[in-house]
């Protein structure tokens, strides 16, 4: 009986930390003058000595995201190695500047963290309930660990829009107005006609996997957990852009005058790991998407383009062309002149003792587990499909 007590006690003080984690993360959501001021505090846990803690803090609502810096928590053992390889190596005696971690020992009672937002940028994070959930990603000597997603409770900001001035302007009456009907079949519903991930099936072609799609600003991404195969809604702000997904499908699925022509899904793996697994997990995440899709809209197998795209070399070019950090040009330099994936990650893993590999893990690994690049094809629907689906109705 003493036990059970025991054990009720126990679990029942878990239960009130974690509440607590979850619903004091966002402490402050202000606005002076142009600049919004976010607080908050991102709890951390237990870090063994050789740990490091990734934490990835994002902001959500419901249509809009954002993800804010990474901070990286590192055990005591080995941020001295970290700092003792920074010293030895040179790197110090050249000026460059050493990665920013926290200790853990600092972090016991969670980080303090300041955000400043330019309000005509980020107005979505004043104006709507946001919520700020917290990824954690833990790596050791041996294995990289997903830690449970935290998220908060919905934090409504007290600022209120001003109200727009009206600029009164004459007019002139019109006394008749001629009315013309003109002919517009099929019409294109307005969802469908300004998403731009929707096009006519006239301008359908086949992905070219040598595209990076750091160059296509319109595309949308649905993430994965590392190593893992099942679409999660809540995690890395999925859920807005599932459901814009399933919206558009369901837009043109439903129009009288329009059908699906062709869904084009690309699945894509990080570079971490062996190639053949990776390449295994790029078409997993290609079916899981087309079956997410599958399951909610009535859609043949015809209907679906699923890419392999396997691990995402074409995103890491792309990143180290368009981004200045220790080793990108030697990165260029391995991925065009090395064709074995393995041996080129193993490189990478090299270059500047680790430095450079650690960049790119903090900085893009994590956005390269999705299974998106996605465009929707549509085309008219034939007349006697019309003429059938309008006697139906």
């Known amino acids: 009986m003493l036990i059970k007590q025991r054990l009720y006690i126990l679990l029942t003080a878990l239960l009130l930390i974690a509440g607590n984690l979850r619903a004091q993360v966002i402490s402050d959501n202000s606005v002076s003058g142009d600049t919004i001021t976010l607080k908050y505090v991102v709890p951390v846990g237990e870090i063994r000595k050789d740990d490091e803690l990734l934490i990835r803090p994002c902001l959500l609502c419901d249509s809009m995201d954002e993800a804010l810096d990474t901070i990286i928590v590192r055990g005591k053992r080995l941020a001295q190695e970290k700092h003792r390889a920074y010293v030895l190596t040179g790197a110090k005696k050249r000026g460059e500047p050493e990665q920013s971690v926290m200790p853990a020992e600092y972090t016991k009672r969670g980080i303090q963290c300041e955000v400043k937002l330019p309000l005509a940028k980020y107005k979505w994070v004043v104006l709507n309930p946001v919520r700020l959930c917290i990824e954690r990603e833990r790596t050791n000597c041996c294995k990289t ?4 997603t935290l998220c908060s409770i919905p934090f409504q900001s007290d600022y209120e829009e001003p109200e ?3 600029e009164i302007v004459d007019t002139v009456p019109v006394d008749t107005v001629e009315i013309v009907e003109i002919d517009t079949v099929p019409v294109v519903p307005d969802i469908v006609e300004d998403a731009p991930i929707v096009g006519n099936m006239d301008d359908y072609k086949q992905f070219d996997t040598n595209m990076a799609l750091g160059e296509d600003s319109s595309a949308i991404y649905v993430y994965f957990e590392v190593d893992k195969i099942v679409i999660k809604r809540e995690y890395m702000g999925n859920a807005p852009r599932l459901d814009s997904i399933m919206h558009l499908v369901d837009a043109i699925h439903s129009d009288s005058t329009l059908e699906v022509g062709k869904i084009q899904i690309l699945g894509l793996a990080s570079i971490e790991g062996n190639n053949p697994h990776n390449i295994w997990l790029g078409a997993e995440r290609g079916k899981a998407l087309k079956n997410y899709i599958q399951q909610r809209v009535a859609l043949p197998d015809s209907c679906f383009d699923v890419v392999n795209g396997g691990e995402a070399w074409a ?7 368009t981004h200045d950090f220790i080793g990108n040009k030697q990165v260029l330099d391995i991925i065009h ?12 893993r090299q270059l500047n003792g680790g430095k450079t590999y650690q960049h790119l893990k903090v900085n893009l690994f994590r956005t390269l587990r999705y299974s998106g690049y996605l465009r929707i094809y549509y085309r008219a629907k034939p007349k006697d499909q019309k003429q059938q689906q309008s006697t139906n109705q």
């Not at 995103?315 to 062309?321: D, I, N, Q, S």
């Not at 002149?337 to 990478?348: G, I, M, Y």
């Open 164 to 166: 727009p001035i009206v």
């Open 145 to 148: 660990d997903t830690l449970p």
């Open 315 to 321: 995103e890491v070019r792309y990143y180290a062309e």
């Open 337 to 348: 002149t090395v064709d074995n994936l393995d041996k080129r990650e193993a490189l990478l």
